[in-house]
């Protein structure tokens, strides 16, 4: 269901459940950013964006709608960075599906500048990536929208943006694990890791092996260790 700010909407009962459903609420600025490409004439409209009530949700989309919801609901200390790229990654997802569904294609209008917003948002990380940043901040520093930030990293990298930014922490964390007197919950915290087993099982999954056990090689298996990993 797609729905515009005050539209009024007539729903039938389903289920003897009633209505058990998660919403997604969306700054209007960013619904526009998503249909832009393909309604050239969204900002005339822009309280009432969606031309359309209802259409088909794919399985990937329904699947990311699941994780961001499970996530706030099931972690003290949520990942904003992670509920705010996703939820866009399923409004693009859903944007895309229905205008399509309705035989309209995306423009190939393109950011002359694609490259350059990558290098702008890959230095803005490296400078701040023990904080918490926020799509929202990152875009306000960039001037460029929240929504094109996701969707123009992701294009031309390939990764999310947090995807990225763990990789910096994790990275930047080798400088440390190896050394005798840090504390490794002390040094998740300070990257920005929510707690030490976060940190502990994103490590595993880049290197291999928890930051513990690269704490007890010899310093020749470090250097071995190392010489295979690309610093960015």
């Known amino acids: 269901m797609f729905y515009n700010d005050g539209q009024i909407y007539s729903r039938h009962k389903l289920s003897n459940q009633g ?5 997604f609420g969306f ?19 822009l309280f009432a ?8 949700s794919d399985t990937t989309s329904y699947l990311l709608q699941r994780l961001v919801v499970d996530h706030i609901l099931g ?30 294609s995306q423009s190939n209008t393109k950011l002359s500048s694609e490259k350059d917003i990558v290098d ?15 799509l929202e901040r990152i875009a306000t520093q960039l001037h460029y929208s929240p929504f094109h930030l996701c969707r123009i990293f992701r294009k031309q990298t390939g990764q999310s943006i947090r ?6 922490r994790l990275r930047s964390s080798l400088e440390f694990v190896t050394q005798a007197n840090t504390d490794l919950t002390s040094l998740a915290l300070s990257l920005g890791f929510a707690s030490h087993s ?29 010489s295979k990993i690309s610093i960015a």
Not at 27 to 45: G, Q
Not at 75 to 100: A, C, G, S, W
């Open 49 to 56: 964006p969606f031309l359309f009530s209802h259409g088909p």
């Open 198 to 226: 976060h940190f502990t099982e994103a490590f595993r999954k880049t290197f291999g092996v928890p930051p513990s056990t690269v704490r007890n090689l010899s310093n020749l298996r470090i250097h071995q260790l190392l």
């Open 19 to 23: 209505d058990l459903c998660e919403w």
């Open 27 to 45: 700054d209007p600025r960013l619904v526009a950013d998503a249909i832009r490409a393909f309604d050239a004439h969204v900002d005339d409209h």
């Open 120 to 134: 702008s948002i890959q230095k803005v990380l490296a400078i701040s990536f023990a904080q918490d940043p926020s």
């Open 75 to 104: 972690d003290q200390k949520p990942d904003h960075l992670f509920i705010e790229e996703t939820t866009m990654q399923v409004l693009n997802r859903v944007i895309e599906n229905n205008y399509r569904q309705r035989g309209i």
């Open 163 to 168: 995807h990225y930014l763990n990789q910096l």
